[in-house]
């Protein structure tokens, strides 16, 4: 059984930081691509990172360019996502989810629809 866990998000003020994970078991890690996603209520999905199954290759929405950095430990079955000088905007539920190929599709840019193991989400909440 696939179990995809996102953790270390919570409440954090205006100008920091966090590092999210992205822990997965039941599957083999490194076949797929991962992706980053976030959503707030009312609003669609907005895919915010790719990396390729070896961590070669990375990509980024405009929106968070510069700010965010998505890594991978296949070691550790492990993906991460570190956001710095967070701004009151980034309060969403962030998930993970697994593309369907080793290499990124464009569907994390819109949304990850064709994205399987998707996790539960872990909420960031940032304070002005």
């Known amino acids: 059984q696939v179990q995809v866990v996102e953790s270390g998000g919570g409440l954090v003020q205006a100008g920091g930081s966090l590092r999210l994970s992205c822990t997965a078991s039941?599957?083999?890690?490194?076949?797929?691509?991962w992706a980053w996603f976030r959503q707030v209520p009312q609003k669609p999905r907005e895919g915010l990172s790719c990396?390729?199954?070896?961590?070669?290759?990375?990509y980024y929405a405009d929106s968070v360019k510069g700010r965010f950095t998505i890594s991978r430990d296949n070691a550790k079955n492990t993906l991460y996502l570190e956001i710095h000088s967070l701004k009151p905007e980034d309060t969403a539920m962030y998930y993970c989810?697994?593309?369907?190929?080793?290499?990124?599709?464009?569907?994390?840019?819109?949304?990850?629809?064709?994205?399987?193991?998707w996790g539960q989400g872990t909420q960031v909440t940032v304070s002005s």
């Open positions: 989810a697994a593309d369907k190929f080793r290499h990124c599709s464009d569907s994390w840019r819109t949304g990850g629809r064709s994205f399987g193991y």
């Open positions: 039941g599957l083999t890690f490194d076949d797929y691509a």
């Open positions: 990396i390729n199954w070896s961590g070669g290759l990375t």
